[in-house]
């Protein structure tokens, strides 16, 4: 059996843009100084000042895990609660990561479509001043959602706006916020600086990095001490100037656009061609990057023998289909043909 070039798994799986590559050789040409010391890693950082505001602090990390995790652990103490949705990354996918190396608790909240809104929030404050209890802290959401749904900067300022209120401080997990913001048509700025986020955790490698991951500060306060706790959490990178010069062009020359609109086209695309499928419901709106479908459980396993992607919920026989920036019409079209195949 044939299998395709192109997995539906993640975008994760894609390749590595050929400008970033490029990049990545013209910085491997001398000796710089090491620990973020260089012009590669100022300019990046220059970058970021554009794109997120001159108040914008920013720090380089390996990872998303890893800049979840030392970005909350710059905003919380071991008896505080994190809240965030049953779907969130931090709670789901991050082996406990959070929990192990900050020490705090993790409040999933359920949430059908991935967000999470003030009034689901608001239980949870009564814990606040009983000393039996751990106490809320941080409210951390994800942009675009885990189930590929995007939060508008309506959505978000009032979910920032209650969390201060509150005094909770707000942390964004922007794995694909270059997604959302191209189904936005807005900028970076607008949905996390302008909303009131306090700390971003940038999503470079689903958007045509290598690896290399960002954390933002919007809350200056909050980057004091980060420096040692990104040393600490076996997060701060010798050669810093391959993670920053990634950063430097995906930003510099609006390539985190172009790569996101085009794995955004090609999702919409495939929606649209799959549910004309019989037997092919969309379960998710399609917004960003991410095809949430249900199908029969026989026809995805012959599907994903030749194509692999993730079941999300075996129980409803729903999956994931994943689409990247470096798929072509062709390469959906190809899929959607043994979509057809496996269903017949």
Known sequence: MVR??????????????????????????????????????????????????????????????????????????????????????????????AERFIGCRLLPLHSEDGKLRPEQIMPALSAVGVEHHSQPGVVSVTQCTEVGTVYTAEELKKLAQFSHANNLLVHMDGARIANAAAYLGTSLKAITADVGIDVLSFGGTKNGLMFGEAVVFFNRKLAQNYKYIRKQGTQLASKMRYIAVQFDVLLSSRLWLENASKANAMAALLAREAEKIPGITITQPVEANGVFVSMPQAAAERLQQRCFFYPWDKEKSEYRWMTSFDMEEEDIMEFIEAVKAAME
Request: glycine share 6%; aromatic share 12%.
């Open 4 to 97: 395709y070039k192109r997995s539906f798994a993640s975008d994760n799986n894609a390749v590595v843009h050929p400008k970033i590559m490029e990049a990545l050789q013209e910085a491997n040409n001398c000796h710089v100084l090491s620990y973020g010391e260089d012009h590669y890693t100022e300019s990046a950082r220059e970058r970021f000042r554009e794109v997120f505001g001159e108040d914008s602090e920013v720090f380089f990390v390996f990872n998303g895990t890893g800049a979840n995790v030392t970005g909350l652990a710059s905003m919380t103490m071991p008896y505080q609660t994190i809240i965030c949705t049953d779907y969130a990354h931090i709670h789901v996918d991050e082996c406990g990561a």
